[in-house]
């Protein structure tokens, strides 16, 4: 089992739509929890952290399910800017290194 | 403040040479990563190196690869005798204490 699994996509939305992303992570000793973009061929930048008590940042929503080993992210209301690659990213603790999914690449159409 | 650099942004070489990738990090920051993208994958940890030291070397391939970060300039993660698996975006990141990892723009590496 790859230690973070998410949604392969992709996704294609109209403007407006609200699209839910889905990950899911092996390891139960996992500290910290993110969700990054990947915009084409550039670097990953931090979109936001998940906490267990869900966390809301504008039009975006990420919750944290420790019992499931469960993260999602919620966008309403998308927008063209937001197509991207979003990736589910994994502290283990340690040394802090991130464990990174494979992604799940959004369009959004006008 | 500059953010994390990395140069050269793309990098190309044949076949059995050598490749050199630079990182910076940020102002402050003494803890650097080094993730590889490979085509239509997500990023693998390599390494995690703090001034003059290697933290976790778990992810580094056995041979050919080797990293250091030098008490003065920046890290470098050094590939020899390269072959095209090698072919692959190169992502540093920088971190202090146990805030946010800021990404480089990476190096591109094309081998021909």
């Known amino acids: 089992r790859k230690e973070v699994e998410q949604d392969p996509g992709p996704f294609n939305v109209p403007e407006g739509a609200t699209v839910a992303f889905n990950c899911t992570y092996s390891?139960?000793?996992?500290?910290?929890f993110f969700w990054y973009r990947q915009d084409c061929r550039k670097e990953p930048k931090l979109l936001m952290s998940?906490?267990?008590s869900g966390n809301e940042d504008g039009r975006f929503t990420a919750q944290l399910n420790r019992a499931s080993q469960y993260i999602s992210l919620l966008i309403r209301d998308s927008k063209l800017s937001d197509s991207a690659t979003y990736l589910c990213?994994?502290?283990?603790?340690?040394?802090?290194?991130?464990?990174f999914g494979k992604g799940t690449k959004l369009t959004v159409n006008p | 403040n500059a953010g994390v650099m990395q140069n050269p942004r793309h990098l190309v070489r044949r076949r059995g040479q050598e490749a050199r990738l630079r990182c910076s990090p940020m102002?402050?920051?003494?803890?650097v990563y080094w993730y590889r993208q490979l085509p239509e994958e997500g990023l693998k940890f390599m390494v995690y190196?703090?001034?003059?030291?290697?933290?976790?070397e778990s992810g580094m391939p056995k041979e050919r690869f080797s990293a250091e970060f030098p008490k003065e300039g920046p890290s470098i993660l050094r590939i020899q005798q390269v072959v095209r698996g090698d072919s692959a975006a190169y992502f540093c990141?920088?971190?202090?204490?146990?805030?946010?990892?800021?990404f480089g723009p990476g190096t591109r590496l094309t081998v021909l």
């Open positions: 990213v994994v502290n283990m603790g340690g040394s802090e290194k991130l464990v």
């Open positions: 390891n139960s000793a996992s500290q910290s």
């Open positions: 998940v906490y267990s």
């Open positions: 102002k402050g920051h003494s803890h």
């Open positions: 190196l703090q001034k003059e030291n290697i933290i976790d």
């Open positions: 990141a920088s971190q202090e204490g146990t805030n946010e990892q800021f």
